[in-house]
């Protein structure tokens, strides 16, 4: 029963969306441009540089679109956990606690914008750039790694979405805190993470496991050695770091949840 109930929400909400063409195309373009703004960054850089970490400007350019769909992906499932504190804080949640519905689900599907589509397209486009651009000897198992890459990267952002907005159990406004973690992390994987500090690079790219969404994919298609020395085949590893990423997540998740006490109201 459940499993007909979330599509049937999920196009309720798209279907809404798209009766207002007009706004729907002007908060498409919006995405793009602001999917853009990290691009003119990077373009602005290499007019400077010849290279960024070992790494040329295409070569930076395919890191930062892999990380810009799979960020783009996540924010359009998992971006309504941006919403908990208000559940939280104005009783909405014990009315989910109260629905024969999973938990999580529910608030995944409350607010799908059909506008973030416009993040990604804005992400393929220069993913479809970069590729054409850089050299790499092209085979099965890269092809497929190419195509795996924004999907593990989008539920590795999801599963950082889901710990990090749990904070908000504890701490009612503790938006700021998982928007500098989530939002952080997309800027943090949009570039080589050896241009990082070591505590900052151990922090956002292994505890926060932000390296594999778009760095090390990118070094095995590549076929290029890590700066920091870790062998060539933690290249491939982004799906089952992915696997762990969400089992975490979905253990804090219900951790938090069991310690929830309701607001009272």
Not at 140 to 164: E, F, N, R
Not at 224 to 231: E, F, S, V
């Amino acid at each position: 029963m459940a499993e007909t109930i979330y599509p049937r929400l999920i196009g309720a909400r798209l279907k809404s969306q798209m009766s207002y063409r007009a706004s729907f195309a002007m908060d498409f373009v919006t995405q793009v441009l602001a999917q853009g703004y990290e691009l003119i960054v990077i373009l602005i850089l290499f007019t400077r540089i010849d290279a960024l970490g070992g790494f040329s400007k295409n070569e930076v350019l395919l890191m930062y679109a892999f990380a810009g769909a799979a960020f783009g992906v996540a924010d359009l499932f998992a971006g309504q956990l941006d919403n908990l504190p208000t559940y939280i804080r104005t009783g909405s949640f014990d009315v989910l606690l109260m629905r024969p519905l999973r938990l999580l689900p529910q608030i995944m599907c409350s607010d799908i914008r059909l506008r973030r589509i416009g993040r990604i397209s804005g992400a393929l486009a220069v993913m479809i750039y970069a590729l054409t651009h850089v050299d790499i000897a092209w085979s099965p198992a890269k092809v497929l790694l190419t195509v795996l890459t924004p999907l593990a990267g989008a539920v590795i952002y999801s599963a950082v979405w889901v710990v990090a907005c749990s904070i908000c159990f504890w701490i009612v406004e503790g938006r700021e805190f998982a928007n500098a973690v989530t939002y952080g992390s997309n800027t943090f994987t949009s570039y080589p993470i050896n241009v990082y500090s070591r505590p900052l690079r151990w922090l956002m790219a292994f505890v926060v496991p932000g390296a594999f969404v778009a760095y090390y994919p990118s070094l095995a298609l590549l076929g290029k050695q890590d700066p920091i020395g870790l062998p060539g085949w933690v290249g491939w590893t982004s799906p089952l770091v992915a696997a762990l990423a969400a089992g975490v997540a979905a253990l804090v998740w219900r951790f938090a949840v069991r310690h929830y006490r309701g607001t009272g109201s």
